[in-house]
């Protein structure tokens, strides 16, 4: 898909958790954005104290199907804070962006099992990967695997439940790095749940996070066997 310019309106701005955000936008110079599930795209964020603006990415967690409007993450109390503070405010304003980016999408694995790994809003493009699928009636086996620090980190969790319901080829684990006493889920950071695959050849492993959880898992995906590993350092905001 080739990257172009387009003006977008924000609709709104949905508090998911107390750092998390869901933006959702309308195109407005244009009826429709041709993107791949996984794909970002660039906003151009003002700088109300300097006057100039800077660019950052964001994943869109959108279907290419419902592509008059566009729907993103962005984390209001981590990184690109200056941009995070524009967006919170951003509702009824029109926004410069340009996309799609990236060569992080699906890919043709029929034969194969599918493995999901995020961490944080890296869940982003894994999202939109998963919506697409559904969509599609697809029948391999879908795994999400994702990665949060606390319980009140969880967000798009009714959404999770009805899927793997309404899906039987689908399951996913939610895993906190930092839980409370109470916590009844998996406990420690999302590489650890690799353990419960004891043989990758397999699978297909689409992976979104931190430079360090990305390599970590990569690192032991090729331990365990051969398999295709697509991957995404995801810095929100940035």
Not at 29 to 36: A, E
Not at 72 to 94: D, I, M, P, Q, T
Not at 107 to 119: A, K, P, Q, S
């Amino acid at each position: 898909m080739t990257p172009r310019r387009f003006r977008a309106k924000v609709l709104s701005v949905r508090h998911l958790t107390q750092d998390v955000r869901e933006l959702t936008l309308k195109l407005v110079d244009t009826p429709t954005l041709d993107f791949l599930p996984g794909q970002s795209i660039a906003v151009t964020i003002p700088d109300g104290t300097s006057g100039l603006s800077f660019l950052r990415y964001y994943s869109l967690t959108s279907l290419p199907s419902s592509s008059h409007q566009l729907v993103l993450l962005f984390n209001a109390g981590e990184h690109g804070k200056s941009a995070a503070c524009v967006l919170e405010y951003s509702v009824g304003h029109e926004l410069e962006c340009s996309g799609p980016f990236g060569s992080f999408h699906l890919h043709e694995d029929l034969e194969r099992d599918l493995l999901f790994v995020g961490t944080g809003t890296g869940i982003a493009p894994l999202w939109s990967m998963l919506s697409s699928l559904f969509e599609q009636s697809c029948s391999q086996t879908m795994t999400l695997l994702w990665g949060l620090r606390r319980e009140s980190d969880i967000y798009y969790l009714e959404e999770l439940q009805q899927w793997a319901q309404s899906y039987t080829n689908f399951s996913y684990i939610l895993t906190l790095s930092q839980p409370a006493h109470h916590w009844r889920g998996k406990r420690g950071r999302v590489t650890h749940l690799l353990h419960e695959f004891p043989h990758v050849d397999h699978l297909a492993v689409y992976v979104c996070g931190n430079r360090k959880m990305v390599a970590e898992v990569t690192g032991l995906l090729q331990y365990k066997g051969m398999c295709p590993v697509y991957r995404e350092r995801h810095h929100e905001g940035q």
